[in-house]
């Protein structure tokens, strides 16, 4: 970065499958509109440029540097934890802790609990013990659900964040949210509507990075009625701080 060029110190931080990479991908293109690199990497230095990403606080420890501006997104809960699942899936299916989710005999699907089909990320994958039906077990909603409020939320917030990307505001109105986020990060040399075309392409590129298009309420063909009441029963107090449950 020159010495005249505007200082660009921003984070992309917190839980994923929130928006983070969309976020990151409009971002990318705001910063390289000004004229800047925004990765800034050398042989030396990686990740440290004008911007970065990290999902867990323990990626970036120690405190805010003066310059710097943290970015974290949020989105139901529900939908976060389904995609997570769904999308761990569709990458992964052979790793030992996908196994724990596949309905058998030796690991039947409780009752109650909602059964789903996947499209695999290798389209050429055909599962060696035949069609495949998977669901979550309640020990991997606590389990993952904890770490991603805890470590993917909380713990970024007491450090100090500069502005919190609402996933379904955004959904319902991407021009207001985009130039509300470019106005608080002090970016500019693009219009909202370019960093539209932008990150919609990359996403058309990019069709398996959305498990399940980023729709709202994806949720529920992962998690039945059930499972929701866990979810609810065991990171209400989040969603209801974020309204998303009353």
Not at 70 to 80: A, G, M, Q
Not at 160 to 185: C, R, S
């Amino acid at each position: 970065m020159g010495k005249d060029s505007p200082e660009v110190d921003i984070a992309v931080v917190g839980m994923g499958r929130t928006g983070t990479t969309l976020v990151k991908n409009i971002l990318t293109y705001a910063i390289e509109s000004m004229g800047i690199d925004p990765t800034g990497k050398d042989e030396t230095r990686q990740n440290f440029g004008p911007l970065k990403y990290f999902h867990w606080k323990k990626e970036r420890p120690g405190n805010k540097r003066d310059t710097e501006k943290w970015v974290i997104c949020r989105r139901d809960f529900r939908d976060v934890l389904a995609s997570g699942f769904r999308s761990t899936i569709r990458q992964h299916p052979e790793k030992s802790g996908v196994r724990r989710f596949i309905d058998s005999k030796g690991n039947p699907c409780p009752e109650n609990y909602k059964q789903f089909k996947v499209e695999y990320h290798d389209t050429n994958y055909v599962p060696l013990d035949g069609d495949r039906k998977y669901f979550i077990p309640k020990n991997q909603i606590l389990e993952q659900g904890t770490k991603i409020i805890d470590e993917g939320w909380y713990k970024w917030l007491a450090t100090g964040v500069d502005y919190i990307f609402h996933y379904e505001a955004y959904m319902d109105n991407k021009e207001k949210v985009i130039t509300e986020m470019l106005h608080k990060l002090n970016l500019s040399g693009c219009t909202a509507k370019e960093c539209i075309e932008v990150s919609d392409e990359w996403l058309r590129n990019n069709p398996r990075h959305a498990s399940n298009n980023g729709i709202i309420n994806g949720w529920e063909d992962v998690f039945s009625p059930t499972q929701e009441q866990l979810i609810i029963d065991e990171f209400g107090d989040w969603m209801r701080e974020y309204n998303y449950i009353k």
